[in-house]
C-alpha cells in the first residue's frame, strides 16, 4: 500500500515568542504529506488542519495505540481506498495550562493568529497547496471540535469546510456544573498559584486535580485579567464561592452556540458543516449539538449532525466518519451557483 510520510516542521513562531506563561514559542508540528506527494512533484493538495483537544497537541494525532489507530494510519487507509488526497497540517497550541482553545488571550498567547495569519500562510508558501479557501477545512475533537466552529465562523475568508467532534458548546452545560468542585479544590489548595505549584510537583494528578486544572485553563482563555492573579479572572469568588456571573457572561461570548446569532452567514458558504457527539457525554456536550443543530436548521444553514452511543472518551473512531466527507469536500472543484 502506498502511504503518505509525516514531516516535522519547527516553526518558529513570532507571535507566540515572549508568551505570558513561557511556553516555547518554537513548536513541533507535524504535517502528514499524501502518498503522491513525492512522487507528483507539480502536483497541489487541499489542506486539513486537525486540531487537537484540551491537554494535548498536534503530535498526540499520532499516538500509536493498537487498538485505535492514528491519525496517518487513518489517512493511509483512506488514500488505499481511493478517497482524495490531501496535506494535513497538526498544531500546537498547548500551554503551561493545559491548551489555548486557538483563541488569543492576555493570559496565555496569541494562538488564534498563529494559526491563522502565520501558520496558514506558512504552509501556503512552502508546501505545494490549492491555496484556496475551498480547498481548506478545520476539523478537531473537544476543544478542537469548538475551535474548529469558532474559527470557521470568525474567518470563513479562510476555510471552507469544518467537522467538530464533541465541540464545546452549550458552556452552561459543559463547564458550569464543575465550578463548585473547582472552587473548593482552589480553595483548598490556598489559591490559584498555590494550586498551579502543587499541579506542577504531583507525578500523578487526581480527578478533582483535572477538573480545577480544566476551569483554570478555559478562565486562562476565556476571561483573562491582567490586574487579577496571574492574570486570569476566575467565572467565581475564591474567599466566598459566590457565582461572577459578569466573568462568566464573557464565557458566553465565545460558546459557538451564541457566536451563531452574529456569524450564521459565515457558515452558509461552507462545503461540509459537520458535528457530532456521543449521547453519554459526560460533559452533557450532546445537548449543546443537538440545540446548534436545531438552530443552523432554523437559519437554513445546510450541515450534517450525528450521534453515537458513547462517551467524550476514546472516541477517536470518529474521525473515520468526517474524514472521507472532508476528503471530498475540500478536493471538489467550484461550487454551483
Not at 489542506?47 to 494535548?56: C, E
Not at 473547582?182 to 480553595?187: E, I, K
Request: proline content about 7%; some cysteine.
Amino acid at each position: 500500500m502506498n502511504r503518505g510520510r509525516i514531516e516535522t516542521v519547527w516553526f518558529e513562531s513570532a507571535v507566540l515568542r515572549g508568551n505570558p506563561l513561557g511556553d516555547p514559542h518554537v513548536r513541533r508540528i507535524p504535517v502528514w504529506l499524501p502518498p503522491s506527494y513525492d512522487r507528483e512533484p507539480t502536483k497541489r493538495h487541499p489542506v486539513l488542519f486537525a486540531l487537537t483537544g484540551f491537554g494535548s497537541r498536534g503530535r498526540g494525532l499520532l499516538n500509536d495505540n493498537p487498538w485505535s489507530p492514528s491519525l496517518d494510519d487513518r489517512l493511509d487507509a483512506l488514500m488505499a481506498a481511493g478517497h482524495p488526497e490531501c496535506i494535513v497540517v497538526m498544531p500546537d497550541a498547548f500551554t503551561r495550562l493545559g491548551g489555548a482553545q486557538y483563541m488569543d488571550s492576555t493570559a496565555t498567547g496569541a494562538y488564534e493568529t498563529h494559526l491563522v495569519e502565520e501558520l496558514l500562510p506558512w504552509v501556503d508558501a512552502n508546501l505545494r497547496t490549492l491555496a484556496e479557501p475551498r480547498h481548506r477545512a478545520l476539523a478537531g475533537r473537544s476543544s478542537g471540535g469548538f475551535a474548529a466552529l469558532r474559527l470557521g465562523m470568525r474567518h470563513p475568508d479562510r476555510f471552507g469546510a469544518l467537522a467538530s467532534h464533541s465541540g464545546d458548546l452549550l458552556f452552561e452545560y459543559a463547564y458550569a456544573p464543575d465550578f463548585p468542585r473547582a472552587c473548593s479544590v482552589l480553595q483548598e489548595a490556598g489559591g490559584l498559584t498555590r494550586f498551579l505549584e502543587a499541579w506542577d510537583r504531583k507525578p500523578q494528578k487526581g480527578k478533582d486535580d483535572f477538573l480545577a486544572f480544566n476551569i483554570v485553563g478555559m478562565a486562562a482563555c476565556y476571561s483573562p485579567d491582567p490586574t487579577a492573579e496571574m492574570g486570569i479572572a476566575l467565572p467565581f469568588d475564591l474567599a466566598t464561592g459566590l457565582p461572577r456571573p459578569e466573568v462568566f457572561a464573557r464565557w458566553l461570548e465565545h460558546d459557538p452556540l451564541r457566536l451563531l446569532a452574529t456569524h450564521a452567514d459565515a457558515l452558509r458558504g461552507m462545503r461540509l458543516l459537520y458535528l457530532d457527539c456521543g449521547t453519554r457525554d459526560e460533559y452533557h456536550l450532546h445537548h449543546g449539538a443537538r440545540a446548534f443543530a436545531r438552530e443552523l436548521t432554523r437559519l437554513g444553514i445546510a450541515h450534517l449532525h450525528e450521534e453515537f452511543a458513547d462517551g467524550h472518551m476514546n472516541v477517536g473512531y470518529r474521525w473515520d466518519r468526517s474524514l472521507p466527507l472532508l476528503l471530498q469536500a475540500i478536493a471538489a472543484g467550484p461550487m454551483a451557483r
